[in-house]
C-alpha cells in the first residue's frame, strides 16, 4: 500500500505519507510497577529507584534472586505497623489486574512477609502475610477485614511457606471498583521444587472503597490508583522480595483490536495494518468468536464497523479501508503543492 502510495515522491514525502497512515495502538496489557526487579538501585541510595520509604522502612539492597543485580530486603520492622516500601500502580474501574513477586522468608519467630494492594493511606484491599507456624515452616495467611467489615486473619496455606526457600506469589482477579465486591485467585508456587503449594480461588477484597476523590494521582492515564506496598511493621522476621510485577488489563470489547477498552478509528489502524497477517496482532478475544481464518481479513473490518453500535456512528464517522491512507495523500500532495489528483499547480 505505502509502496503504490508513494510512487514518484520524494523521501520527505514518503516520510510524511509513513506518518500520516500510522497510528500509536495502545497495549492490551499495561505494565504498572516501575524497577520491580530492583535492578535501578544505586549503591549510594537507601532505597531502589522508584519506590517510596515510608515511615523508615528498614531496607537493604542484597544480591537479587538467581544472583543477578539486586532484590530488596526489608528487616524487622517493630511494632510500627506502617513502614513500607511501596509504590503506586493504576488499574481502571474493575477491570482485571495481575500481580506477582518472588519472596523468600528468612528464619525467625514471627511474622515476616506482609504484602498489601490498598488505597493510598486507608484500608487495604487484599493483605497477606507469612505467620510463623513454628520449626522451619510458616502458615500463609490472609486478612478478611478489620472490625466490623471481616473475621480478621484466616490460614490459607497451613505450613505453606519453608524458610531459605524461594517462592512466587501470583494474584490476578479485578480491582478498584467502587460500591461492588471485586474477587481475585491466589497462587503460590515453591520455585525451587517447581510445585504449586497454594492454588485459591474466589476469595474477595475486604474492604471496599466507594470513591478516590481528593487522592493525588502521580500517574499518567490511570482513573483509580492504589498501593502495592510490602510491610515490615510488626514483624519480628526479615524477608526479601524481587521480581515484583503489577499489570492492569483493560476490558477487550468486541472489535477493540488495540484492547485500550474502546471501540473507535484506532482499531481501524491496527486492522488495516495487520491485514493478512497472524489474527494474534489483534487485542485477545476482540476478533469476532466466529471467524476461523488463520489471517486477518475483511471480515475483521465488517465486524469491526458492526461494534460500533448502538448507537450506531454517522456514516462519515467510519473510514472504508482507503479512506484514511487517502486522505495521508492529499495532505502531503498539498505540503508539495499538488492537488490532490496528481497535477502540479501552474505557476
Known sequence: MIDRMTNGLGPIAIALVALACSSAQAQSARSQLFNGSFDSWALSSELPDGWERVNGAPLTQVEGFGGVESAMQ?????????????????????????????????????????????????????????????????????????????????????NAVVDGTRYRLTITGDLWEAGALGSYDLLLEDLDAATTVVDATGLQHFFQFDSLENIPVPVSDTTEVGVFQFNTGRSSTQYTVDNATFVGVPNVKPGDYNGDGAVNVADYTVWRDNLGSDPAALAPESRDPNLTDPTVVNADYTFWVDSFGPPAPEAAAIPEPATLSGLAICGVALLLGRSCSGTAHRR
Open 74 to 158: 526489608l528487616d524487622p520492622g517493630g511494632l510500627a505497623s506502617n513502614a513500607t516500601a511501596r509504590q503506586l500502580v493504576s488499574s481502571q474501574p474493575g477491570t482485571p489486574f495481575s500481580a506477582s513477586f518472588e519472596f523468600i522468608q528468612s528464619p525467625g519467630p514471627d511474622r515476616g512477609l506482609n504484602f498489601e494492594l490498598r488505597k493510598p493511606d486507608t484500608l487495604g484491599l487484599i493483605n497477606l502475610r507469612v505467620q510463623d507456624a513454628g520449626g522451619s515452616v510458616n502458615d500463609l495467611d490472609l486478612f478478611d477485614g478489620p472490625p466490623g467489615f471481616g473475621s480478621g486473619w484466616t490460614t490459607i496455606g497451613n
